[in-house]
């Protein structure tokens, strides 16, 4: 869409020069005695001046609406990248509570896995221990 628009402003502009070049003939066109220029030379200069004015107006309008193609396109990226933000923030906060809930499982099982092997040495040991006392008991029984 911006293409066209380009395209139809540098056609606006070409008419324009095109008027220019007209309104500067007329500006040179003396049709009076002696080569003054007459009532009717200055009014046609006129007339060719608001036909400049009016296609300055339209080429106005049309930067005017490019104007507006292009803030509204700046606004919807800028909306469209807000947008990627916040979904953006919201998976970092769900990947955050992940790995909260990932490191309490981790220290849980650490904490079950030090249980264990406390209960092993205390397993071990009392083992050690009665196996020590059955032996000095059948030892003092022989």
């Known amino acids: 869409m911006p293409a066209d628009a380009q395209e139809k402003l540098n056609k606006l502009v070409q008419e324009r020069k095109i008027l220019h070049q007209e309104w500067q003939?007329?500006?040179n066109q003396?049709?009076?005695i002696f080569g003054n220029r007459t009532k009717k030379d200055m009014m046609t200069t006129n007339e060719w001046m608001g036909r400049i004015i009016h296609k300055d107006n339209q080429i106005m309008q049309e930067l005017?609406?490019?104007?507006?193609?292009?803030?509204?396109t700046i606004g919807n990226e800028k909306e469209?990248?807000?947008f990627i933000a916040h979904k953006a923030?919201?998976?970092?906060?769900?990947?955050?509570?992940?790995l909260r809930e990932k490191d309490a499982d981790i220290q849980e099982e650490k904490e079950k896995m030090r249980t264990y092997?406390?209960?092993?040495?205390?397993?071990f040991?009392?083992?050690?221990?009665?196996?020590?006392?059955?032996y000095r008991k059948k030892q003092k029984a022989y």
């Open 30 to 32: 003396k049709s009076g």
């Open 25 to 27: 003939e007329s500006e």
């Open 125 to 134: 040991l009392s083992s050690m221990v009665l196996g020590f006392m059955y």
């Open 64 to 72: 005017e609406m490019l104007k507006d193609i292009q803030t509204t």
């Open 89 to 98: 923030e919201a998976d970092i906060v769900k990947l955050k509570r992940a």
């Open 80 to 82: 469209d990248y807000k």
């Open 117 to 123: 092997e406390w209960t092993t040495l205390i397993f």
